[in-house]
Every structure is written in C-alpha cells, then in structure tokens.
C-alpha cells in the first residue's frame, strides 16, 4: 500500500461509475480495490457508495461520494506520459468525450469535471532542446493546440 493517496471529492453517486470508467480507460495496472458504502448512519443513500479505492496503472486514488460542495479545479489534474502518439489521441478522445471539454496544451476535463494532462512521448525533449530556437518553436507549437501532436511539434 503507497503511503500517500490521492483523494478525489466526486459528486454525489458517482464514484463508482468514475472508478470503473477510469479502469477501464488507463487500462493496464488498474482495478478497483474496494468499495466502502453508506451505511444508516452516514449522511449518504445507506448502501450507495461512500469511497472506492482504486489503482490507475498502479497509483492508488480513493473516490469519496462527497456531493457539490467541492468541485473539481484546473488546480489538481492527473498527468499521463504516454508510450505513444497513439495512446495520446485514444485518451484524449475517451476522457473528454461524453461532456468532457478539451482545454489547452494536452488539458481536458473529463466528464466528472477532473483535469488531465495527456502528454505524447517526447514532449519534454522536444521542449527542451539544447538549440533554444527549436525548443521555442516547440513550446509555441504546443501552446497554440489542444490535443497535442507530437510529431508538428518536433516539426516546428
């Protein structure tokens, strides 16, 4: 067990529909661990989910079925490095379809509202070339895109 845990504060009766979805989309080392409920005298729906531990490509999130009091910000979001420009594309297209909102630079919330980063393999090169002319036209390229194209960027 990791010692320290990333805890997610869901709207009311979502976290177990958020956890299996984000099983199911990072893929890999990921599954719900377990799922805690309400019980009669809690404030939520007895037997509704109250937490779900999780693991995303092996870190542990918790998932607490907290209501709208705290909603998710730009100011917390999950990053992925992928393995590939491929894997990018199909996570940026799962994560923010469904009344996800893509943002800038690689960022989109899902439609729960939680920010991700879905960066391609060598973005952190490309951006930080020894020849500062091309790491600059790199960061420009990145930072006129959404979803992030390797490839134009290592192009620019």
Known sequence: MQKVTTFLWFEKNQ???????????IGGDSRVLDVTRWTAAGPGEE????????RLDGAEYV???????????EAVSLSVECESQE??????????????????????????????????PGLGEALTD???EKAARAMKAMLSMKRLDIEAIRNA
């Open 15 to 25: 976290v177990e529909e958020a956890a299996d979805y984000y099983v199911s989309v």
């Open 130 to 132: 020894p020849d500062p």
């Open 63 to 73: 998932a607490f079925d907290g209501g709208p009091e705290f909603p998710f910000t």
């Open 87 to 120: 894997e990018a594309d199909r996570l940026w297209s799962t994560l923010s379809s469904g009344g996800g909102q893509e943002g800038q630079c690689g960022w989109l919330k899902d439609r729960y509202g939680l920010s991700w980063q879905i960066v391609p």
């Open 47 to 54: 037997g509704a989910a109250m937490t779900v531990r999780f």
